[in-house]
């Protein structure tokens, strides 16, 4: 099975500071690495994506980083809120595009942002 | 907005049973999940189709079957209830694309008890 590792299992970040989840995988032939946000007694949502040709990606507070040659890759938040609060999966395909193989998940990290 | 509807949010089974998960997507994606979700294990794929018909095992099929007989629809199966298969069940459908990052449309769950 191909794994990717997640870190921490669970974060607690004062509102305005930056979390920061990491994750590492094995395959080489991985080219798709998004994050998905959780909140409770809902599905994951695709957040944020990144292909290994950029070594990062911003969206809003958002951003990826990407190490190529480490295998590992990042989500930041910037100036957190507590609407932050949620579950954070990073994820990794050998396809992009949304290819048919599935995506493997990290394990997850909880987070919460305190007022 | 695509929307991946899974029949039923609660589900209460007893050992043995046969039990049906359904899962509708309305967005004509060719790709179809199953994950599985368990607490600090992440998500862990059960079974994927990229085609009416077809199907192909994720990383944890054993106790489980899928049916796709229809583009939008996409079954699991389980043959004989266990508790080992109290989990919460995540529907996902995907676009086959090239070039671009497609992300993962998730349903909001089956949370399944087996008793």
């Known amino acids: 099975q191909q794994q990717v590792k997640q870190s921490p299992q669970s974060l607690i970040v004062q509102k305005g500071g930056i979390p920061i989840i990491n994750c590492a995988y094995e395959?080489?032939?991985?080219?798709?690495f998004p994050w998905y946000q959780q909140f409770p007694g809902k599905g994951p949502a695709l957040l944020i994506a990144i292909r290994p040709d950029v070594s990062e990606k911003k969206e809003g507070r958002f951003t990826i980083s990407f190490n190529k040659s480490a295998k590992q890759f990042s989500l930041h938040i910037m100036d957190s809120q507590p609407g932050d609060s949620a579950t954070y999966f990073c994820?990794?395909?050998?396809?992009?595009?949304?290819?048919?193989?599935?995506?493997?998940f990290g394990k997850g990290t909880h987070l919460i942002i305190q007022p | 907005d695509v929307k991946v509807t899974q029949s039923s949010r609660y589900l209460v089974k007893r050992t043995g049973e046969k039990v049906f998960l359904e899962c509708v997507q309305d967005m004509d994606h060719e790709n179809m999940f199953w994950y599985r979700q368990d607490p600090g294990l992440g998500l862990r794929l059960i079974y994927f189709s990229y085609d009416v018909k077809m199907k192909e095992k994720g990383d944890i099929p054993e106790g489980y079957s899928v049916s796709r007989e229809k583009k939008e629809r996409f079954s699991l199966i389980l043959e004989s209830a266990s508790t080992n298969q109290t989990s919460m069940y995540l529907c996902?459908?995907?676009?086959?694309?090239?070039?671009?990052?497609?992300?993962?449309?998730f349903g909001s769950g089956t949370r399944l008890t087996v008793v």
């Open positions: 395959n080489t032939a991985f080219d798709y």
């Open positions: 996902a459908s995907s676009f086959t694309g090239t070039g671009d990052i497609y992300g993962y449309t």
């Open positions: 994820a990794a395909s050998p396809h992009s595009g949304g290819g048919a193989d599935g995506l493997t």
